[in-house]
């Protein structure tokens, strides 16, 4: 699964995403992706800094399928 099929996913359940990349950042961290509400309930909040945008994309849907929640389903 890709980026944009992740937030599409995401928006249909109801989520709101950001996937943002910062050239201003160490190269360590320059993606960071943020998601909440929807599925994450009303008070869900993820947020994410890694050095992709693949392990972003790893780390939510690792989070998800902690909380039950998977695209896969």
Not at 19 to 40: C, H, N, P, Y
């Amino acid at each position: 699964m890709d980026v944009v099929e992740l937030m599409e996913w995401l928006a249909e359940q109801g989520c709101s995403v950001v996937f943002k990349a910062d050239g201003e950042r160490t190269q360590g961290q320059r993606w960071m992706v943020i998601v909440s509400g929807g599925a994450l309930g009303a008070e869900g909040f993820f947020r994410v800094d890694l050095s992709s945008a693949d392990a972003c994309v790893k780390a939510t849907l690792e989070h998800l399928a902690g909380r039950r929640i998977s695209p896969f389903a």
